[in-house]
């Protein structure tokens, strides 16, 4: 194992945020969360699509850069290299993703909600909600080990208890076939496309950002681990984006062949 050339870094959101550039990672999360807040807040339709879009351009962007170019160039470096490089860029990605992701999925969740044009809307945020809830804390814990965990598993409780009760709430009484034969197949789509990207972006890639701070802050960084980690999460990032380029072909077609 290598030792790491820069300074190690303190443990915690602190010692991230510090990596990252404080200034950085407090606007790249309060900026794209406020804009959210002010144009749910403004109950303007439009404001609310030009949040939901404007933040959607930049994580497909993003990621499209990272899967395209970013992977490869990096992807040629030595060991050593590439992991001073994910070293560097990655506290920036811990911030900047996870607020663009939560601000897009949630804007699109929002409008749809407002234009009132989704088909038991309620019962598929419900089903949504649990069939992205449960599997990320259970792909969280994993990426840490620590299925065993007794914390890890006071987490997946309140997951699925949780989960369980919005379900119970508002699926009585409605058809599953009904909901699925009334709700537009560009919709159901969507659903399944947006959840691929939240358990790969929420599940996979943030842990394993996190995985690659960890190793940052200890005292002897595995270079090789870092790179593979970062590696793996770049050339997500370029799954990602055609992923997320499909949620616009789709978004296309249901605005004018629905």
């Known amino acids: 194992m290598a030792q790491s050339t820069a300074d190690t870094p303190e443990w915690g959101i602190g010692g991230l945020?510090?990596?990252?550039?404080t200034a950085f990672a407090a606007g790249a999360v309060v900026v794209p969360l406020a804009a959210l807040a002010a144009a749910l807040a403004s109950n303007d339709v439009r404001a609310l699509t030009y949040v939901h879009v404007m933040a959607g351009v930049l994580w497909?962007?993003?990621d499209m850069f990272m899967g395209a170019v970013l992977g490869p160039v990096v992807g040629s470096l030595d060991p050593k290299q590439r992991?001073?490089?994910?070293?560097r860029f990655t506290p920036k990605?811990?911030?900047l993703m996870p607020a663009l992701a939560v601000v897009t999925i949630a804007g699109g969740i929002a409008l749809a909600l407002r234009l009132t044009t989704f088909a038991y809307a309620d019962q598929w945020l419900a089903v949504f909600t649990a069939v992205n809830t449960v599997p990320i804390v259970l792909l969280l814990a994993y990426q840490f080990d620590a299925l065993g965990d007794r914390r890890a598993l006071a987490v997946l409780g309140v997951a699925v208890v949780g989960s369980g009760a919005y379900l119970a709430t508002t699926l009585p009484g409605t058809s599953l076939v009904a909901m699925v034969t009334t709700t537009?197949?560009?919709?159901?789509?969507?659903?399944?496309?947006v959840t691929v990207l939240g358990l790969q972006?929420?599940?996979v890639v943030l842990p394993g950002e996190i995985r690659i701070y960890r190793q940052i802050a200890s005292e002897e960084p595995d270079t090789e681990l870092i790179g593979e980690i970062g590696m793996r999460n770049a050339k997500l990032g370029g799954v990602q984006g055609v992923l997320q380029l499909s949620i616009?072909?789709?978004m296309v077609g249901l605005r004018y062949l629905s």
């Open 184 to 193: 537009s197949p560009w919709l159901l789509a969507a659903l399944g496309i």
């Open 93 to 95: 990605m811990t911030f």
């Open 248 to 250: 616009v072909f789709v």
């Open 83 to 87: 992991a001073d490089f994910f070293g």
């Open 60 to 62: 497909t962007g993003i």
């Open 17 to 21: 945020a510090t990596q990252a550039n």
């Open 201 to 203: 972006g929420f599940g």
